[in-house]
Nanobody
Framework: VQLVESGGGLVQTGGSLRLSCATS????????IGWFRQAPGKEREGVSC????????YYKDSVKGRFTISSDNAKNTVYLQMDNVKPDDTAVYYC??????????????????RGQGTLVTVSS
């Protein structure tokens, strides 16, 4: 099983960034996939999740209206479009997958498979 994130980098406040999570080694359609982040000295938090089979999406309150999660099932890839970013969005972002934590429980769960992460830095 592999999950590989890409797309992180330095962006200015108010700017946009798109993260990608390329997956392999499991049946993509059977899973929920989420984006999580952890800033230095802070707890890990769930940012957004998607149930691949029906496309249902879930978001942390502070990113609603700014971030959009989507999937390309043909490519077994999940994206996180980040718009109007803020300095508080600075963190290592990683994607994770599980076939147990569906719905909003995905945001709080510790999913079975996860990637190494990609750093997002928002400058003020």
């Amino acid at each position: 099983v592999q999950l590989v994130e890409s797309g992180g980098g330095l962006v200015q406040t108010g700017g946009s960034l798109r993260l990608s999570c390329a997956t392999s080694g499991f049946t993509f359609d059977d899973y929920a996939i989420g984006w999580f982040r952890q800033a230095p000295g802070k707890e890990r938090e769930g940012v957004s999740c998607i149930t691949i089979s029906d496309g249902s999406t879930y978001y942390k309150d502070s990113v609603k209206g700014r971030f959009t999660i989507s999937s390309d099932n043909a490519k077994n890839t999940v994206y996180l479009q980040m718009d109007n970013v803020k300095p508080d969005d600075t963190a290592v972002y990683y994607c994770a997958a599980d076939n147990y934590f569906f719905g909003r429980s995905c945001l709080a769960g510790y999913l079975e498979f996860r990637g190494q992460g990609t750093l997002v830095t928002v400058s003020s």
